[in-house]
C-alpha cells in the first residue's frame, strides 16, 4: 500500500505491518489485543481522530454497500460506541512525508500572500 486507507475488520496476524511505509490501515480492534500482534518497527498506533472517524465510516459504507456485510453496517450504525474500537496504524516515513507536505504547502501560501 503506497498512500491509501484500508479498513481491517477481522483479525490479523501476529506480525501486521512488517514493512508497511505508505498508507494507512484502521483496525478493528474488538478484543484490545491488536498491539500484541503488531510488528511496530516501522509504525505508530494511534487513536483516531474526527478526520479518520469519517473516513472509516464512508469506507464501511462502501463495504456494506458492495457486500452487505452485517458487520460493516452495524459498525456504522452504533459508531459512537464501537468506533473507539479502531486503532490507526500510521507508517513512521509516511507520517514524515505527509508532514514535510504540509510545511511546503504553508510555505508556498506564504509566498503567494507575499507575491
Known sequence: MTGGRVVIL???GRNFAAG?????AYVYDQQGNFKD????????????????EE??????TNHYQYTASLLAKNIVDN???LGNKFVKVMPKEYQR??????????????ELSDG
Not at 508497511?20 to 494507512?24: C, E, K, N, P, V
Not at 503488531?38 to 479518520?52: A, G, H, K, P, T
Not at 473516513?55 to 464501511?60: E, Q, S, T, Y
Open 20 to 24: 508497511m511505509s505508505g498508507g494507512i
Open 79 to 81: 459508531f459512537p460506541g
Open 55 to 60: 473516513a472509516i465510516k464512508g469506507l464501511l
Open 37 to 52: 500482534r503488531c510488528n511496530l518497527e516501522m509504525v505508530e498506533l494511534e487513536e483516531i481522530s474526527r478526520e479518520d
Open 10 to 12: 477481522g483479525k490479523t
Open 97 to 110: 512525508i505527509l508532514e514535510k507536505r504540509v510545511v511546503r504547502g504553508k510555505m508556498e501560501l506564504t
